[in-house]
């Protein structure tokens, strides 16, 4: 089992859709949770990042932590074309070093 | 543009040759990494740095992999001896000495290719 798992897709929308992207992990001392995008044959561009448990928004972006069941979520409403990218989530313990431990990423198309 | 950049863009060598990439880092970003990423992959760690020492190396950073930063500023990765299995996106990041480390910005990437 991988540390970080998410599902690849594709996950397919109408524009104006709440989308709803998640991960689920397995080690209990990640403390930090990132969301990047990354766009075709480009390299991912952090879109925000929470401390614990909780809830964080930014926009039409809001990402959530449920460490109890160590599960993450990144909802997008009011979807839009321009959001079509790949979605992948990203967790650091805090005392493990600097590496970010990524999921696969799950690919988002958004249609006009 | 000040984000990170990476050079070259695309690199396609043969198998047993070796290249070197090279990652300039966002102005005044004292910390850098290198992550490679293969197709439908997430980035994996290899290496960082805070400044010019190099702090961490993954297990994935085989002997034929060498990285530096002599100077603290841009860094360079090596690849010795290609082989097929090294084809790979390979990423650059920084983060500003003022912020947490799970604040990584990445670059473009260099597209490794081995025939």
């Known amino acids: 089992q991988k540390e970080v798992e998410q599902d690849p897709g594709p996950l397919s929308v109408p524009e104006g859709a709440i989308v709803s992207l998640n991960c689920t992990y397995s080690?209990?001392?990640?403390?930090?949770f990132m969301w990047y995008r990354q766009y075709s044959r480009k390299g991912p561009e952090l879109l925000m990042y929470?401390?614990?448990?909780g809830n964080k928004e930014d926009g039409r972006f809001t990402a959530q932590v449920d460490k109890s069941s160590k599960y993450i979520s990144l909802f997008i409403r009011d979807s839009q074309p321009s959001d079509s990218a790949t979605y992948l989530c990203?967790?650091?313990?805090?005392?493990?070093?600097?590496?970010?431990?990524f999921g696969k990423g799950t690919t988002l198309s958004v249609s006009s | 543009d000040t984000g990170v950049s990476q050079n070259p863009r695309h690199k396609i060598t043969k198998r047993g040759q070796n290249v070197t990439f090279r990652c300039d880092p966002i102005?005044?970003?004292?910390?850098l990494y290198w992550y490679r990423q293969t197709l439908g992959q997430g980035p994996e760690f290899l290496t960082y740095?805070?400044?010019?020492?190099?702090?961490?190396k993954s297990r994935l950073l085989s002997d034929r992999f060498s990285a530096e930063r002599p100077k603290g500023s841009f860094s360079t990765l090596e690849i010795q001896r290609t082989e097929q299995g090294d084809s790979a996106m390979y990423l650059c990041?920084?983060?500003?000495?003022?912020?947490?480390?799970?604040?990584?910005?990445f670059g473009p990437g260099t597209r490794l290719t081995v025939l």
């Open positions: 990041a920084s983060t500003p000495r003022d912020r947490l480390l799970n604040e990584q910005f």
């Open positions: 990203a967790m650091r313990a805090n005392q493990a070093g600097t590496a970010l431990i």
């Open positions: 929470t401390y614990s448990s």
């Open positions: 102005s005044e970003h004292n910390r």
């Open positions: 080690n209990s001392a990640f403390q930090y």
């Open positions: 740095f805070q400044n010019e020492a190099q702090l961490e």
